[in-house]
Nanobody, 127 residues
Framework: QVQLVESGGGLVQAGGSLRLSCAAS????????MGWFRQAPGKERDFVAA??????????YYADSVKGRFTISRDNAKNTVYLQTNSLKPEDTAVYYC??????????????????WGQGTQVTVSS
């Protein structure tokens, strides 16, 4: 079992930045796929970004809506994954959730029921 705790959310103006953190405990997550999802009021929980380790380093993938603005990274020594969010827009407003999958996958969005979840952190972007 792995426990995930997010932090770093807050209120920011459009065009601003936030760095979200997800600290994992219970297990070392270096072999896990780690990702971020977000859920706006009245909407489904949507995939944002994910990363897993390969021999050459980290493999990352993103939702089209955040490519070029968000960057996911991980620090295995700290058992922590980050989401750097830049050029934020009001439509990025949502609760952001950290997720973990025991293994490698490029399809986190399709296996939500198999993921470990954090409690979420609120990101609000004002116009």
């Amino acid at each position: 079992q792995v426990q995930l705790v997010e932090s770093g959310g807050g209120l920011v103006q459009a065009g601003g930045s936030l760095r979200l953190s997800c600290a994992a405990s219970g297990r070392t997550v270096s072999s896990y796929t780690m990702g971020w999802f977000r859920q706006a009021p009245g909407k489904e929980r949507d995939f944002v970004a994910a990363t897993f380790m390969v021999w050459e380093g980290d493999s990352t993938y993103y939702a089209d809506s955040v490519k070029g603005r968000f960057t996911i990274s991980r620090d295995n020594a700290k058992n922590t994954v980050y989401l750097q969010t830049n050029s934020l827009k009001p439509e990025d407003t949502a609760v952001y959730y950290c997720a973990a999958y025991r293994g490698r996958t490029r399809g986190m969005a399709a296996i939500k029921e198999d993921l470990y979840w954090g409690q979420g952190t609120q990101v609000t972007v004002s116009s």
